[in-house]
């Protein structure tokens, strides 16, 4: 989440997740699926787990002042698509990131 204004001067922060069913056909309509977020962040990284709902979302970054220089945020969290349990803490990042990508390895 986290929405870029003008020249990127500056940004909202959201604890907003949300989903689009697939397949991605015509129709279809975003979903509010909480929990959401415990730290309101953009360009963080979410990436699901097709074989169990879960989904990890890693980075972001949660300074609206200055979003083109920030240190990053360091959190880890998991929840659940399906059960939709609270998001959990994991190891914490060993270096703060934002504006990357995540992937589950076959």
Do not use: E
Not at 34 to 54: E, I, T
């Amino acid at each position: 989440a986290g929405v870029a204004a003008a020249a990127i001067t500056t940004y909202t922060p959201s604890l907003l997740v949300q989903s689009l069913a697939n397949p991605f056909t015509a129709g279809a309509t975003w979903q509010l699926l909480p929990p959401q977020l415990p730290l309101a962040a953009g360009f963080g990284s979410a990436v699901v787990d097709p074989r169990n709902g879960d989904v990890y979302f890693t980075g972001g970054n949660s300074n609206s002042a200055v979003p083109t220089a920030p240190a990053g945020n360091t959190t880890f969290i998991k929840s659940n698509f399906v059960t939709k349990v609270p998001w959990s803490a994991l190891a914490v990042m060993p270096n703060g990131r934002w504006g990357h990508k995540a992937v589950i390895p076959d």
